[in-house]
C-alpha cells in the first residue's frame, strides 16, 4: 500500500503589503481562526498582533535601509468550520540568488501558506499497527474550501515574482515559485536589499 499517496503540502508562496495581508485577514476573522506562535508554550495572538508581527516582517525587506533585527513571522493557524477541526501553518523563507559568482549572504522573503493533503489514518493488520494517508479534501472539504478560498484571494491581486541577479557578465532572471503584488513589488524597488544587490525587478 502506497502510504506516501496523499502526503506532502498544498502550498502558496507570497509577499504582499501588511494592507493587502490585513484584508486577508479578514477572511480568518470571519473563520474565528486562532493564530499560535510555534513556541513551546504556544503563545496565541490576537489578529491585531499578527497584523503587527507581519507589518514588522514586510518592513525589514521594504525600507531603505536594512533594520537592526531579524524577520520572523511563523504561525500555526487552527480552524473549526463546521464539525471539522483542522487548521494550517504560515511561515516566513527566503528566495537565494547569486551575488559575484556565489550566493548572496541575505535572501529575499516572503510567507508561505500550507495545507497538509493528508489525513492520517490508523490502522492494525496482523503485522502491527500502521497508518495510510487519505485525502484530506473528503475528510476536511470545508477547511480546504477556506484554504483554496484564501490562495485564490491572494492569487488575484498577485502575479509571478520576477527578478534578474547581476551573474558573471550580465543580469541572470530569476523565477521563484513565489507570488507579489504589484505594491509590494513597487515597495522592494526602492528596499535596501535591491540597492544592496543591484536587483532589477522584472514584472511590470
Given at each position: 500500500?502506497?502510504?506516501?499517496?496523499?502526503?506532502?503540502?498544498?502550498?502558496?508562496?507570497?509577499?504582499?503589503?501588511?494592507?493587502?495581508?490585513?484584508?486577508?485577514?479578514?477572511?480568518?476573522?470571519?473563520?474565528?481562526?486562532?493564530?499560535?506562535?510555534?513556541?513551546?508554550?504556544?503563545?496565541?495572538?490576537?489578529?491585531?498582533?499578527?497584523?503587527?508581527?507581519?507589518?514588522?516582517?514586510y518592513e525589514y525587506f521594504t525600507l531603505?535601509?536594512?533594520?537592526?533585527?531579524?524577520?520572523?513571522?511563523?504561525?500555526?493557524?487552527?480552524?473549526?468550520?463546521?464539525?471539522?477541526?483542522?487548521?494550517?501553518f504560515v511561515r516566513n523563507e527566503g528566495?537565494?540568488?547569486?551575488?559575484?559568482?556565489?550566493?548572496?549572504?541575505?535572501?529575499?522573503?516572503?510567507?508561505?501558506?500550507?495545507?497538509?493533503?493528508?489525513?492520517?489514518?490508523?490502522?492494525?493488520?496482523?503485522?502491527?499497527?500502521?497508518?495510510?494517508?487519505?485525502?484530506?479534501?473528503?475528510?476536511?472539504?470545508?477547511?480546504?474550501?477556506?484554504?483554496?478560498?484564501?490562495?485564490?484571494?491572494?492569487?488575484?491581486?498577485?502575479?509571478?515574482?520576477?527578478?534578474?541577479?547581476?551573474?558573471?557578465?550580465?543580469?541572470?532572471?530569476?523565477?521563484?515559485?513565489?507570488?507579489?503584488?504589484?505594491?509590494?513589488?513597487?515597495?522592494?524597488?526602492?528596499?535596501?536589499?535591491?540597492?544592496?544587490?543591484?536587483?532589477v525587478m522584472n514584472n511590470k
Amino acid at each position: 500500500m502506497d502510504r506516501l499517496k496523499h502526503s506532502g503540502f498544498y502550498k502558496l508562496k507570497f509577499f504582499i503589503t501588511p494592507e493587502e495581508f490585513q484584508g486577508v485577514l479578514k477572511g480568518f476573522e470571519r473563520k474565528q481562526a486562532d493564530f499560535h506562535l510555534s513556541n513551546s508554550t504556544r503563545t496565541k495572538h490576537n489578529l491585531n498582533e499578527v497584523y503587527e508581527a507581519y507589518r514588522r516582517f514586510y518592513e525589514y525587506f521594504t525600507l531603505q535601509e536594512k533594520p537592526g533585527y531579524h524577520p520572523f513571522f511563523v504561525y500555526s493557524v487552527s480552524l473549526a468550520i463546521g464539525n471539522e477541526n483542522s487548521g494550517f501553518f504560515v511561515r516566513n523563507e527566503g528566495v537565494r540568488f547569486p551575488h559575484n559568482r556565489q550566493w548572496a549572504e541575505d535572501e529575499l522573503s516572503y510567507v508561505m501558506l500550507s495545507f497538509p493533503k493528508g489525513f492520517q489514518i490508523d490502522l492494525e493488520d496482523e503485522k502491527g499497527k500502521y497508518y495510510i494517508y487519505e485525502d484530506i479534501r473528503e475528510h476536511r472539504p470545508l477547511t480546504y474550501a477556506f484554504f483554496d478560498e484564501v490562495a485564490n484571494e491572494i492569487k488575484k491581486m498577485t502575479k509571478p515574482l520576477r527578478f534578474s541577479a547581476p551573474a558573471a557578465d550580465a543580469l541572470q532572471e530569476q523565477k521563484p515559485p513565489v507570488r507579489i503584488s504589484k505594491n509590494a513589488m513597487n515597495d522592494l524597488i526602492n528596499s535596501w536589499i535591491f540597492k544592496k544587490y543591484r536587483l532589477v525587478m522584472n514584472n511590470k
